[in-house]
């Protein structure tokens, strides 16, 4: 068995164990310096919508060898209509230029300006196209209809197979992947386009998937919870996520791989950018979602379940039970210094040196110290022809 195998194997039979829950605390503060960070950089930079939701003019042409993004940008707002920066991408063997909506002869002054700078044989090398803001919203608005149904539907789902309070914590894992992933998207400015919503809205499957799985697990081991007093429903949980930890590590990588090499190859190094929309959200979509079902969404529940009167009062028995163990260990492991002959000890041999006193105390002088060992009254024995006098002497 591989060493990763091993160590899941330990994790499933308890043998170790990493205490997810129990550091809730500090997974709640990474996540929401993150959030902050993510509304904040909405707030201030918000997105960049693509042409799709805003409208405007998009031409693409073919590039020659030694341009560079600068050359065209400058070959597009050289032909004077242009008011605002463009936004120039690279799409492998051409360029893509981005600008507001133009009329049919500010189109034809870019598509001249291009042809000259870039040395094309006649404008029609220059691809022109018009998209208006109507579409995007009505892609927005049913993509907005479509995440309505499916959080209303894994209510309902979650609710109905586990229960509320599971369907509650994993509806705030989700909002977490949601928000963090459109954070990134504010940062980085990578243009918003169809393909970002198509990839937001498959991310939730990913992040719910994960979650499913290490809550249908916790609610196998908190079944008869509350018949014994072996755990409570916080240590119960994590056993149950640390059971499902490496499963859910291997799914997440294996499905972010294909993804980095769409994000990082494709689009970083070969230049496809048109692949990066997609690839970044869900690759940071299935990250997050990937760290909110282990490190949030589990938390969450055991909080939300530590709040019921059943489980707090499982957890003082538990509590009581871990004392009593503790306080019973500490009695049995616990003996006075010098306890025993050195034969029966494994000590040094000890010395008996009598008191001198009546009371038939002596002194044992060993490895363990000094002690007083009681023996009782102490006795001379009798001579003969004495009546049992203690001296053993005759009355005169």
């Known amino acids: ?22 550091r809730q605390k500090t997974w709640y503060a ?23 939701f805003k409208g405007g003019t998009v031409f693409q042409f073919p590039s020659k060898p030694g341009t560079t993004t600068s050359d065209a940008r400058n070959a597009v707002t050289d032909a004077g209509v242009v008011k605002e920066d463009p936004i120039v991408q690279k799409t ?15 189109v034809t002054a870019v598509q001249k300006s291009v042809q000259t700078k870039f040395g094309l044989a006649k404008p029609d090398d220059v691809s022109p196209q018009t998209v208006g803001a109507s579409w995007g919203k009505d892609i927005s608005k049913k993509a907005l209809e479509g995440l309505v149904v499916f959080l209303i539907a894994i209510v309902v789902y979650l609710s109905i197979a586990f229960e509320w309070r599971m369907a509650v914590a994993a509806l705030i894992a989700l909002a977490h992947d949601i928000l963090i992933t459109i954070g990134v998207y504010s940062l980085v400015q990578f243009e918003v386009t169809p393909s970002s919503v198509v990839g937001l809205l498959t991310i939730l499957g990913y992040s719910l998937y994960d979650t499913v799985v290490v809550f249908d697990k916790v609610r196998e081991n908190t079944r008869s919870l509350t018949t014994s ?13 640390n059971q499902t930890l490496v499963r859910s590590i291997n799914t997440s990588v294996i499905a972010l791989l294909p993804v980095g090499g769409l994000l990082f190859i494709g689009a970083g190094i070969l230049g496809a950018g048109t692949l990066k929309d997609l690839a970044l959200v869900l690759f940071v979509g299935m990250l997050a979602g990937a760290y ?55 000590e040094e041999p000890q010395d008996t040196v ?26 001379q024995p009798r001579k003969a022809g004495t009546r049992g006098r203690p001296s053993g002497k005759k009355k005169r």
């Open 1 to 22: 068995m591989s060493r990763l195998g091993n160590i899941g194997g330990r994790l499933h039979r308890g043998e170790i164990s990493l205490d997810f829950v129990g």
């Open 30 to 52: 990474v996540s929401g310096l993150i959030l902050v960070v993510s509304i904040a950089s909405l707030l201030t930079l918000g997105l960049n919508f693509g042409v799709e």
């Open 92 to 106: 492998g063997t051409g360029w893509r230029v981005q600008t507001e909506t133009l009329t049919s002869a500010g």
């Open 229 to 241: 007093n072996a755990m409570t429903y916080s240590q119960a949980a994590n056993l149950g996520l």
């Open 292 to 346: 909110s079902s282990i490190c949030i969404a589990t938390p969450i529940l055991a909080d939300l379940q530590e709040r019921q009167d059943k489980y707090r009062t499982l957890a003082k028995r538990v509590q009581a039970k871990a004392t009593s163990s503790k306080r019973r260990s500490k009695a049995a492991t616990t003996e006075v210094p010098g306890t025993g002959t050195g034969d029966e000890a494994g």
């Open 354 to 379: 009598p008191g001198d006193d009546d009371t038939g105390e002596t002194t044992s002088v060993g490895a363990g110290g000094i002690r007083l060992v009681q023996q009782g009254p102490r006795q």
